[in-house]
């Protein structure tokens, strides 16, 4: 399996575009994470999925962020419009937890895309 | 939330045993207490993870203790590669980790 995919790699774009981010899981897992890291906060959940419905959104810092997950092999990240306090690597991860009588779930990262506005 | 509690960064010794520790004090009974580890550039990736009895694997160990109310990381080698951040990060629910800025390992040749 190739892992979680991420594109870009790197996007350098300046303030007030429009900025798409996107992932790919691992084939079969049903639950995809969108994290944020950055030196000052540390790595951060910013929303997850479950078969491609929005669970959990709370950590979206404000309405110019938006997350969609229109299948189940492919998620986007969107800032619209984009501010230089947005520069960030911004990781995707997904998992197939096990469940049982006490629910087990191992995240899998994507290698992240590094995010700068100018 | 359960929440961790991690120090900054730690210093060992290349081929010396490294104990990194985290403090689970709001851990709930049924979380699992995991660790992560970030390689520089890269994302993080599993290490070990732990409900009550320490574990074993081929990365690391896993010492728990009885209270649960906080967890060791034991590398019983450490090299160069070794040298990244380690993450002990908490819960919110089964799926949702809450990960901070986590303990940054330097490895000293």
């Known amino acids: 399996d190739a892992g979680v995919i991420q594109s870009p790699r790197h996007e350098v774009t300046e303030m007030g575009q429009e900025v798409t981010l996107r992932c790919k899981p691992i084939?079969?897992?049903?639950?995809l994470f969108w994290y944020r890291q950055t030196m000052m906060r540390g790595l951060e959940l910013l929303i997850y999925?479950?078969?491609?419905?929005?669970?959990?959104d709370s950590g979206m810092p404000e309405d110019r962020f938006s997350a969609k997950m229109p299948n189940a092999s492919f998620s986007t990240l969107k800032i619209q419009p984009s501010e230089p306090r947005d520069s960030a690597v911004y990781f995707c991860?997904?998992?197939?937890?096990?469940?049982?009588?006490?629910?087990?779930?191992?995240?899998?990262f994507g290698p992240g895309t590094r995010l700068t506005v100018l | 939330d359960a929440k961790t509690t991690q120090p900054n960064s730690m210093e060992s010794n290349e081929e010396e045993p490294v104990h990194l520790p985290c403090n689970h004090s709001?851990?709930?009974?049924?979380?699992?207490i995991h660790w992560y580890r970030q390689l520089p550039s890269q994302g993080p990736e599993y290490v070990i993870h732990?409900?009550?009895s320490n574990v074993n694997n081929r990365m690391a160990s896993l010492a728990i203790a009885e209270d649960r109310k906080s967890s060791t990381l034991i590398l019983h080698r450490a090299t160069l590669r070794d040298a990244a951040v380690y993450y002990c990060?908490?819960?919110?629910?089964?799926?949702?980790?809450?990960f901070g800025t986590g303990t940054r390992l330097k490895v000293l040749a």
């Open positions: 732990g409900l009550t």
């Open positions: 084939s079969g897992h049903d639950y």
């Open positions: 991860a997904s998992s197939f937890p096990r469940r049982g009588v006490i629910s087990y779930n191992e995240q899998f």
């Open positions: 999925f479950n078969n491609n419905v929005p669970i959990d």
């Open positions: 709001t851990i709930s009974g049924t979380d699992y």
């Open positions: 990060p908490g819960a919110s629910g089964t799926y949702k980790y809450i």
